[in-house]
């Protein structure tokens, strides 16, 4: 989907932080909540996504999780057109369920 000419995108988020000690899970925590905070959506346990209008806009998300990263842990950040998103194949056991749809972007004129 393009809107005046800039490709829409997502941004995911995946990450595995430890959980081992009480101060490992409220980073955890904060992390997460950062995330959500953020427009990102639970896609699996510890796979958060968002939409993105522009480039722009994708690197003001990403800059903002890169300020806050953990001390510990692994955080990958990608990023991905509509056109890959809506390739994913996902699965609910042996049974197929559509890919989730991006979310209607306001267009002002």
Same mark, same amino acid.
């Given at each position: 989907?393009?809107?005046?000419?800039? @490709?829409?995108?997502?941004?995911?988020?995946?990450?595995? *932080? +430890?959980? /081992?000690?009480?101060?490992?899970?409220?980073?955890? =925590?904060?992390?997460?909540?950062?995330?959500?905070?953020?427009?990102?959506?639970?896609?699996?346990?510890?796979?958060?996504?968002?939409?993105?209008?522009?480039?722009?806009?994708? @690197?003001?998300?990403?800059?903002?999780?890169?300020?806050? *990263? +953990?001390? /510990?842990?692994?955080?990958?950040?990608?990023?991905? =057109?509509?056109?890959?998103?809506?390739?994913?194949?996902?699965?609910?056991?042996?049974?197929?369920?559509?890919?989730?749809?991006?979310?209607?972007?306001?267009?002002?004129?």
């Amino acid at each position: 989907m393009t809107f005046g000419g800039l @490709q829409t995108m997502w941004i995911v988020v995946l990450f595995d *932080l +430890p959980t /081992d000690t009480k101060a490992a899970r409220k980073e955890y =925590t904060r992390f997460r909540k950062l995330l959500l905070q953020d427009g990102f959506a639970m896609m699996q346990y510890s796979v958060y996504m968002r939409h993105s209008s522009s480039d722009e806009n994708d @690197q003001v998300h990403a800059k903002r999780i890169k300020s806050q *990263l +953990p001390d /510990d842990g692994e955080v990958r950040i990608i990023k991905i =057109t509509d056109k890959q998103f809506g390739k994913i194949e996902v699965y609910y056991g042996k049974k197929r369920k559509p890919t989730e749809k991006a979310p209607l972007q306001l267009q002002f004129f």
